[in-house]
């Protein structure tokens, strides 16, 4: 019984997580358009959003940076109008569109930190293929779906298999090279109108 209990809790604390598990399959020549090759390190980053009230975990996000650049966002519910998406795999990200994805959860009410890892390209490519193979996450289970990722990943076999967003985080943090930074944003909005100005923002055009 007690075990039920915590897991019936895991689902509705990680209930930020939000997103339908429905498949979603850019076409061929979306995503070979919108392919962008970072020109930094191979890496991973891991994306924590924490609430400002008490520190929980939030959501999880995972950008790789591969032979092109990536961010697999299981069950989340950011998406941009420009950037193909295949089950939770958006294509695309340039520095402004990761600028957006911040932005998007950073808030009055949640903070994001930013943890990034220097890899070898071929855990970078290795986590890139996993990421795509994966399929769509369903509802709060963001993190669950980021740890099957990495734990099989030459170097990250420490890391848990965790629903929680903050357990990740914090074992992600106590690899070797980790550099970790927070993001932080006193906007009051809840951010849902920031797709729109994003579709329109000038350094689109």
Known sequence: MRHFYLCFVAVLFLAACGGPAEPIWAPDADVARARYVHDGPPSITLYTVLATRDGSGAHAGLLINGSQRVIF????????????????VHFGMTPLM???YL??????????????IIVSPEVAELALRRAMAHGAVPKAQCTIAIS??????????????????????TAFGKLPGVKTKRITDTDTNDNHGVLLVQAGDPRLK
């Open 148 to 169: 099957g990722i990495l734990r099989g990943l030459p170097g990250f076999e420490s890391l848990p298999s965790t629903w929680f967003p903050k357990s990740m985080m």
């Open 103 to 116: 932005d998007y959860h950073a808030r009055e009410t949640f903070d994001v930190v930013e943890q990034t």
């Open 73 to 88: 966002d299981p069950a989340g519910t950011w998406h941009h109008p420009r950037l193909p998406e295949r089950n939770d």
């Open 98 to 100: 990761v600028d957006f």
